[in-house]
């Protein structure tokens, strides 16, 4: 099945999955696919790939392997950096939603105060439903730092209190937003879902944050919201969401604008990308699409190659935070 499907809401009992079976069909292998998450994860660690995109798979069917359901459950830890700037961004759709439905613009602390619920209730459901959380992964929250160490550390919980005060500020007062809601003829696009299109031959996934458009300027606004510091792979996002309005929507590059928010700092920078950069983003696909191939067994089902085959990280410092190091101390022993 495809990373879509591996985000619903499966459950691991008989008739549940008879249900499942139903409504999808269940495959001996995932589907292939291209993604900039998948990539980086990829060039991070071949090993981390080969879990998450190949030895979880099925993992949360009854019938399934006990490491399969193991590296399922792995699958689903989320640390407390990523879940806040999942928050954040899951908060900033329900605003931008409601604005265009109410014309009511929320109080920054009203915002905090729903996020710091979901994020108390995630640490709730880590320290007292571990069991529940391992029967049925999709139906419970385990932070990363719980699982692995028992305790969320002190000036990490206080760093996340100060950064969703500020970010929330800074998406209230951030040129994008503002936009948004003081011109009359935008045109707003459901954000934070699935998008896809084919590139030779393979299909590949897009994330938006957002996109609009603007009907007077005659633009297509892209926008990345950040809850992190700059990355060079900020860019290399753009330019994918770019790709596809070109090919979907059959946009001209030069009627596309994309940006990116930096919520923690307040900055904002915008970019109009040329014909060389789009180009130079789908050959460095192509060569990521390439590199993902050697770990195909069988290109026509996407079966991997022995999972010895995928090879560990020399960087260890990336093993620390790995949702699946677990796997890799048990192998070693």
């Known amino acids: 099945m495809s990373d879509w499907i591996a985000h ?50 099925n993992g949360w069917l009854h019938k399934s392997s006990s490491l399969a359901k193991e590296a399922y459950r792995l699958k689903k830890l989320v640390n407390l950096p990523t879940l806040f700037g999942q928050l954040v961004h899951e908060e900033i759709e329900h605003v931008i939603e409601d604005v265009f439905k109410t014309g009511v613009i929320p109080h920054a602390a009203e915002l905090e105060h729903r996020i710091r619920l979901q994020l108390r209730k995630a640490f709730q459901q880590s320290r007292d439903q571990k069991e529940q959380w391992m029967e049925k992964p999709n139906h419970y929250q385990m932070l990363f730092e719980m699982y692995y160490h028992g305790q969320l550390v002190e000036k990490e919980i206080e760093d996340i209190h100060q950064k969703l005060n500020v970010c929330l500020k800074h998406f209230l007062l951030s040129k994008s937003f503002q936009e948004i809601i003081k011109k009359k003829d935008v045109n707003l696009f459901e954000s934070e879902r699935f998008r896809s299109m084919v590139v030779k031959g393979v299909r590949v996934y897009v994330i938006m944050d ?34 596809y309005l070109m090919n979907e929507l059959e946009v001209n590059i030069e009627d596309i604008e994309i940006r990116n928010e930096y919520l923690l700092t307040g900055g904002c920078h915008t970019y109009q990308l040329t014909k060389n950069e789009i180009d130079n983003t789908v050959e460095q696909m192509e060569t990521s699409i390439a590199y993902m191939k050697h770990y195909q067994k069988n290109e026509e089902t996407n079966e991997p190659v022995s999972f010895e085959q995928f090879l560990e990280t020399s960087q260890a410092f990336r093993c620390i935070t790995c949702n699946y190091k677990e796997l890799c101390q048990k192998a070693a022993h």
Not at 213 to 226: A, C, F, G, L, S
Not at 227 to 240: F, P, V, Y
Request: with cysteine; proline share 1%.
């Open 8 to 57: 619903q809401d499966h459950t691991n009992n008989a008739k549940n999955e008879k249900d499942v079976n139903h409504l999808f069909e269940v495959k001996t292998f995932p589907d292939f696919s291209w993604s900039y998450s998948r990539h980086k994860m990829l060039m991070e660690c071949a090993k981390r790939y080969g879990y998450h995109y190949y030895l979880s798979h």
């Open 210 to 243: 957002l996109m609009y458009q603007d009907e007077i300027n005659k633009k297509w606004v892209i926008i990345d919201w950040k809850t992190g510091k700059r990355s060079t792979d900020d860019i290399g996002q753009l330019s994918l969401y770019a790709l």
